[in-house]
T-cell receptor, first 115, second 114 residues
Framework: KAGVTQTPRYLIKTRGQQVTLSCSPI?????VSWYQQTPGQGLQFLFE???????NKGNFPGRFSGRQFSNSRSEMNVSTLELGDSALYLC??????????????FGQGTRLTVV | GENVEQHPSTLSVQEGDSAVIKCTYS??????FPWYKQELGKRPQLIID?????GEKKDQRIAVTLNKTAKHFSLHITETQPEDSAVYFC?????????????FGQGTTLQVKP
């Protein structure tokens, strides 16, 4: 079974630009969550998508957005990039057992550098 | 708000010793507590998890304990080996439409000296 796949692995962008990151979950997983990982702030929850709907949202500005497609693949977009957006962006997929938490599997991440 | 505090931030032990990492959560509705291990340059991987209806869980050299009253949970690694060296993250989550939202601690860098 293929794992969670994130593309691209590395990105370099200029301040003010926008970027789109992609995440393909494990087959059959319907929940996709996104996290930002930085040395200073650790792993911070961005948002979660389930059945093409945003189900949860973290404390990030509106420049951070996402969506999920009918095949559960997800994209996140960051507009008007700032230097502070440089980070490793991780997505995680889970089977979503409804009322019971199930294991979240992480992708390798996309390393975004804003210059 | 939802918060998870993790201590210590760094931990150095001799091979064969035990290591303990502690976490405290703020949201009393949290009922799922996974632990992730992240090796340098790699993705976080689940090593053990515990649900709120269980006080302790073991898997070979790894164990997790949960004290719901105090809102504490801890990771115990016995007979540590150099390959245990990594960053460990605790997390908390809850049910009812929130199963995909994990609140992470700040991480503990564990170094096991041969």
């Amino acid at each position: 079974k293929a794992g969670v796949t994130q593309t691209p692995r590395y990105l370099i962008k200029t301040r003010g630009q926008q970027v789109t990151l992609s995440c393909s979950p494990i087959s059959g997983h319907r929940s996709v969550s996104w996290y930002q990982q930085t040395p200073g702030q650790g792993l911070q929850f961005l948002f979660e998508y389930f059945s093409e709907t945003q189900r949860n949202k973290g404390n990030f500005p509106g420049r951070f957005s996402g969506r999920q497609f009918s095949n559960s693949r997800s994209e996140m977009n960051v507009s008007t990039l700032e230097l502070g957006d440089s980070a490793l962006y991780l997505c995680a997929s889970s089977l979503d057992g409804g009322a019971v938490n199930t294991e979240a599997f992480f992708g390798q991440g996309t390393r975004l550098t804003v210059v | 708000g939802e918060n998870v505090e993790q201590h210590p931030s760094t931990l150095s032990v001799q091979e064969g010793d035990s290591a303990v990492i502690k976490c405290t959560y703020s949201d009393s509705a949290s009922n799922y507590f996974p632990w992730y291990k992240q090796e340098l340059g790699k993705r976080p991987q689940l090593i053990i998890d515990i649900r709120s209806n269980v006080g302790e869980k073991k898997d070979q050299r790894i164990a997790v304990t949960l004290n719901k009253t105090a809102k504490h949970f801890s990771l115990h690694i016995t007979e540590t080996q150099p390959e245990d060296s990594a960053v460990y993250f605790c997390a908390a989550s809850k049910n009812s439409g929130n199963t995909g939202k994990l609140i992470f601690g700040q991480g503990t860098t564990l170094q096991v000296k041969p």
